[in-house]
């Protein structure tokens, strides 16, 4: 067997080992004596620190640093986390998988409201906010989740909201946009063309837990990437995200 260690197996080593030696150290401990400790380059030991301490694995205070909060989470019963604690490994691997923005958004009353969101890493992304506020019909992630209401709740919809335009592309003739929503009924997607943000395509679909739809995970791509090729390998990860979710949330039987 060779006994070359691979170099990502190597970093995930040194990630485990560092987390364990600052747990065995709770009152904290600086990165100097983390490197002597561990033997660990102190190159490859900013690196891997300023990570942990981004993803909440590691706390910093002042030059010591401390078990962070999402090392608790790991241990909690799937039941005492947060919806955003729940979705954000699978909103993460959205954007990893199609290197877009993939969010994941909630309904409070007829707006949208981003509560996780991964932006992309390029240079041409679309970005947004954790807490914006966005009306239902510009969004493919709202246009998944009005398709998802009774026919009562929608009547209600278009009785109290007014559909206003961002953009020459916004539907916003009544008609219209109860024929879309139809159709993504039937197919489960929803999709919008440069509806709120010029130069953005959206494709979203609810998460539905026992008849209720929870959320909508959602990705936005840049028009000029915004191909048939990614758009179907797009809607195959949403549709796995949902899957997953909707799998874990689901009541033993």
Known sequence: MNATTPSTVKSA????????????????????????????PVSSLSYLLA??????YLARE???????????????????????DKVRPLVRS?????????????????????????????????????GTRIPM????????????????????YFAQVPLEPFTPQSVTDEQALRTELAAIRASGVGR?????TPGICGLGMAAVVDGVAVGAF?????????????????VARLDQAVALFTAAEAPPV
């Open 13 to 40: 080593m040194r990630t485990i080992d560092i987390i364990e030696y600052v747990v065995a150290r709770p009152a904290g401990v600086v990165a100097q004596e983390i490197a002597a400790g561990l033997a660990i």
């Open 51 to 56: 990570t942990l301490v981004e993803r909440h």
């Open 62 to 84: 002042g030059r010591r640093y401390l078990p962070g909060p999402a090392l608790a989470r790991l241990g909690s019963p799937r039941v005492a986390l947060s919806l955003a």
């Open 94 to 130: 959205l954007r990893t998988q199609t290197n877009e923005t993939a969010s994941f958004f909630v309904r409070d009353g007829w707006q949208l409201v981003a509560i996780v969101t991964e932006t992309a890493e390029q240079s041409l992304r679309y970005s947004i906010s954790v």
């Open 137 to 156: 019909h510009s969004l493919a992630a709202g246009k998944a989740l009005l398709a998802s209401l009774g026919d009562e709740e929608i009547d209600a």
């Open 192 to 196: 919008t063309r440069e509806e709120y």
């Open 218 to 234: 959602a990705v936005a791509i840049p028009l000029p990437r915004f191909t048939p090729d990614l758009e179907t390998r797009a």
